[in-house]
C-alpha cells in the first residue's frame, strides 16, 4: 500500500498558506514558519480539534520550507496506520517532516515503537519535526511512555475551532482570493442556514464561484438559495 508523501511544497494546495490561516493563535505562525525555514528551530505539536485547521498548518509549513529551498515531506498518518516503520522509511533525507494526526496511530504499539525509534534518529539528524493531533499527547491514547515524553518535550501550539467571527473571516478571504465578492447579507445567511465546518465553507465558497461566473451574478441571498436548491 503506497503513503502519500509530498516531498515538494509545490505539491501543496494553492490555498493551504500560513497568510490564508485565520484564527491562530498570537505568535504560533511565526513558530511554524521558523520551523519551516530554519535549522534548528524548536520542534512543534499542534492540537487541535477536527475543523480546526491542523492540516492546513502542516502542508503550509511543507509549502513554507520548499519556498526556502528545504525539502520537506507530508505523511497523514491515517494512511500509514499499521504499517508505520514502512511509512518512515526515507524521510529522513527531508529537513522537515510533517506528520498529520498523531491519533490515527496511537495503540498501535508497533507504530509507536517506529515513531519513537523515528523521533530519535530525527533529532540526531538535524531534521525538523512537526506534529499535529486531536489533542496533547497524554490524552489521545498512546501506549509508549517514552514516545509521551518525547512528544511532550516539543513546544506546543493549540487551536481552537473557529467561531462565528472566524467563519465569516474565512469565507470573506477565500471570496477575496478568488475575486469574488459577497454581500454582508449573504455572509449572515451562509452562517445561519449552511455547514459549519470550515473545510465545507470552503467547498461552498469554491462551488458559488462557478456559479457566480456561470451565470455573470453577485453572491446575493437570492443567488445563494437559487444555487443551493439547484444542487
Not at 502542516?58 to 515531506?73: P, V
Not at 518525547?150 to 474565512?170: E, K, N, S
Request: include cysteine; proline fraction near 5%.
Amino acid at each position: 500500500m503506497s503513503v502519500p508523501q509530498l516531498p515538494l511544497a509545490l505539491r501543496t494546495p494553492s490555498d493551504q498558506r500560513f497568510e490564508s490561516f485565520i484564527g491562530a493563535p498570537a505568535g504560533a505562525l511565526a513558530q511554524l514558519q521558523a520551523l519551516a525555514r530554519a535549522p534548528e528551530a524548536d520542534w512543534l505539536y499542534v492540537a487541535a480539534a477536527h475543523g480546526a485547521g491542523k492540516t492546513h498548518l502542516a502542508l503550509a509549513a511543507c509549502a513554507a520550507a520548499g519556498e526556502s529551498g528545504r525539502e520537506a515531506a507530508y505523511l497523514p498518518l491515517k494512511a500509514a496506520a499499521g504499517h508505520l516503520q514502512q511509512a518512515l522509511d526515507g524521510l529522513e533525507r527531508h529537513a522537515l517532516v510533517a506528520l498529520d494526526g498523531l491519533e490515527a496511530i496511537a495503540g498501535d504499539r508497533a507504530d509507536e515503537i517506529a515513531l519513537f525509534d523515528f523521533h530519535n534518529r530525527a533529532r540526531a539528524a538535524g531534521i525538523g519535526l512537526l506534529y499535529t493531533a486531536a489533542d496533547v499527547p497524554d490524552a489521545i491514547g498512546l501506549v509508549l511512555p517514552d514516545l509521551r515524553s518525547r512528544l511532550a518535550q516539543c513546544a506546543r501550539i493549540v487551536l481552537r475551532p473557529l467561531d462565528d467571527a472566524g467563519r465569516a473571516a474565512l469565507l470573506r478571504d477565500r471570496a477575496a482570493r478568488r475575486g469574488l465578492v459577497l454581500e454582508d447579507a449573504a455572509v449572515d445567511w451562509m452562517l445561519t442556514r449552511t455547514v459549519r465546518e470550515p473545510a465545507q465553507l470552503v467547498d461552498l465558497i469554491e462551488r458559488l464561484d462557478r456559479a457566480s461566473l456561470a451565470a455573470k451574478r453577485r453572491v446575493t441571498v437570492p443567488f445563494l438559495r437559487q444555487v443551493l436548491a439547484e444542487e
